[in-house]
């Protein structure tokens, strides 16, 4: 019995063969790898991430600051000449001083056509009803628009793909991506130099993009214009026309109000007389939300045709927040690039490694 004991551990005592190790080896290689390479790419993911989120943070908070100042403000905080319009920042601390960027900002105004500007905000005391055309967009319209534009875009697609049956939870809003919808808002004087007559037009233009349900395709398609035409106003006298507006914007944080994609703003003189136009943005009480980030997006179409140009920021239905300003342009296109440390030297050559682009109001004293 002790024999036979001996010789039985002796046969459970046998090894791995070499080719058994090879094969054990091989399949751990390709197990492994991938996983290997996962890690790799997941560890270059997320250093790509934290890069982009703190290059958008310098981008974002150099934003906020300039929107805290005028652009004579700015021209001194950075001491550039008295009409510089481009500021450059260096060495851009974040992370507690172990990394630096540079960056570089530049300002547009948007009649930048102008060599000179010597726009000046009149106080409300000084508009006259005799000489001076005053139009107030009516803060609703937008939404009340863009809410039937939802719903005739919804129509048409459920009357190709028959959403409401296929998908009873889609909704109008669920389509706002894939609508695009431009404002035009223009103000015309017509007359001659004895009579004159002032009106504003609003018109907006709408399509939808090729949408796909449950592989049916539903067609773009342009739907018609909805317009609000004006309605005459006559003048003997005419001299300044203010067209105070509510702003559109095509972010999606606003599209609980309307989302608009392009912003047109015209004023156009069809007489021979010198008239003087002003352009005003309205706060819009119905967003009830911060629209800060909305702001930063905006970029108006602003135009003028035989007007002598006037643009400036924002102002209530009462005008009571008017505020003198001479020698400068109030509504400005910003441009915020973001450089790697190193690049204030090189005079900013190269690309960004990112870029904010947005509008600012000067609405401060110069």
């Known amino acids: 019995m002790k024999n036979d004991s001996c010789k039985n551990n002796k046969l459970n005592n046998k ?18 790898g991938p996983i290997l390479m996962a890690f790799v790419m997941s560890a270059r993911f997320n250093a790509r991430a934290r890069e982009t989120q703190r290059v958008s943070a310098v981008a974002e908070s150099v934003m906020e600051e300039f929107k805290g100042m005028s652009i004579a403000d700015a021209r001194v905080a950075y001491g550039t000449a008295p009409d510089a319009l481009v500021f450059d920042r260096k060495d851009f601390m974040v992370e507690a001083g172990s990394l630096y960027y540079d960056v570089r900002i530049v300002a547009t105004p948007f009649d930048d056509k ?22 107030t967009q009516d803060m609703y319209q937008d939404k009340t ?6 719903t005739e875009v919804y129509n048409y697609i459920d009357g190709v793909a028959h959403i409401s049956a296929s998908h009873p939870e889609t909704t109008p809003s669920h389509l706002k991506n894939s609508i695009t919808v431009k404002r035009y808002v223009t103000l015309t004087v017509n007359g001659d130099d004895s009579t004159q007559n002032a009106r504003v037009d609003i018109k907006y233009t709408y399509d939808v993009a090729a949408y796909g349900v449950d592989g049916t395709v539903v067609p773009a398609h342009s739907f018609a214009d909805i317009e609000y035409p004006g309605t005459d106003k006559p003048y003997t006298d005419l001299s300044s026309v ?39 943005k309205q706060e819009n009480p119905i967003y009830g939300m911060n629209i ?7 970029s108006p179409h602003v135009s003028f045709v035989d007007v002598t140009p006037r643009q400036y920021a924002e102002a209530s239905d009462s005008l009571a927040s008017f505020n003198a300003h001479e020698d400068e342009n109030l509504m400005y296109s910003l441009k915020v690039q ?15 490694l990112y870029e904010l682009k947005g509008t600012i109001n000067s609405d401060r004293d110069e």
Request: net charge negative; glycine share 6%.
């Open 15 to 32: 090894g791995f063969s070499l080719v058994e190790v090879l094969v054990a080896v091989i399949i751990l290689a390709l197990v492994a």
């Open 242 to 280: 203010y067209l105070f507006y509510s702003p559109g914007y095509s972010s999606l944080a606003a599209s609980g109000v309307a989302k608009i994609n392009d912003d047109y703003i015209t004023i156009k003189n069809n007489t021979s007389r010198e008239i003087t136009g002003y352009v005003v």
């Open 292 to 298: 800060t980030s909305c702001e930063t997006e905006y």
């Open 114 to 135: 102008r060599k000179e500007t010597t726009a000046e905000v009149v106080k409300p005391a000084l508009i006259n009803p005799s000489t001076d055309y005053v139009f």
């Open 145 to 150: 628009v863009y809410d039937s534009i939802l």
């Open 338 to 352: 973001v450089y790697a440390d190193g690049s204030y030297e090189s005079g900013f050559t190269g690309s960004p």
